[in-house]
T-cell receptor
């Protein structure tokens, strides 16, 4: 079953603007990870935030985590055309093995 | 450094035919291995995971099966494919926290 739900499902912005994507989940997590998928390709890991962290940065990426609201957000600043991709949040559950449970993703389009 | 290989990259198979997708990981030992499937325009669904040789856990009932004959080899199989088995199949591995994905196999069942 799906755990994470991204919002919005699709987002289209102009190059240079900031893009914000949100993710909500249902159960307690060990950590939460964001991935990017270019069309027809495999997933690329972007950033991991632990359940005891509230914010994390990596280059132009900023991730927040609110465990009380069971939600996370991914902010991409100063977007570029190359940022066009689908973005997924994945919650990590430890049940015998570490399992990633993915949402449906947000399709981000950066218009030049 | 660790790398993950999947093959083939694309596959077109008729309904009722068998399936074998292979995944191998290099540069690590005793990783957790995973098979995910992604339907068109959708998120990823975890199909199987393995914590060691011969240890397979199934997440959803289906006509697929998985095997791990060697530490760094994970195989996804089916005896008879269904149309609904079409999708993008991704193998992944992890040792600690971050899960790394292979390039995927796009399967079309006709």
């Amino acid at each position: 079953s799906q755990q994470g739900e991204e919002d919005p499902q699709a987002l289209s912005i102009q190059e240079g603007e900031n893009a914000t994507m949100n993710c909500s989940y249902k159960t307690s997590i060990n950590n939460l990870q964001w991935y990017r998928q270019n069309s027809g390709r495999g997933l690329v890991h972007l950033i991991l935030i632990r359940s005891n962290e509230r914010e994390k940065h990596s280059g132009r990426l900023r991730v927040t985590l609110d465990t009380s609201k069971k939600s996370s957000s991914l902010l991409i600043t100063a977007s570029r055309a190359a940022d066009t991709a689908s973005y997924f949040c994945a919650t990590v559950i430890i049940q015998g093995a570490q399992k990633l449970v993915f949402g449906q993703g947000t399709r981000l389009t950066i218009n030049p | 450094s660790q790398t993950i290989h999947q093959w083939p990259a694309t596959l077109v198979q008729p309904v009722g035919s068998p399936l074998s997708l292979e995944c191998t990981v290099e540069g690590t030992s005793n990783p957790n291995l995973y098979w995910y499937r992604q339907a068109a325009g959708r998120g990823l669904q975890l199909l199987f995971y393995s914590v060691g040789i011969g240890q397979i856990s199934s997440e959803v009932p289906q006509n697929l099966s998985a095997s791990r004959p060697q530490d760094r080899q994970f195989i996804l199989s089916s005896k008879k494919l269904l149309l609904s088995d079409s999708g993008f199949y991704l193998c992944a591995w992890t040792l600690q926290r971050v899960v790394r994905f292979g390039p995927g196999t796009r399967l079309t069942v006709t």
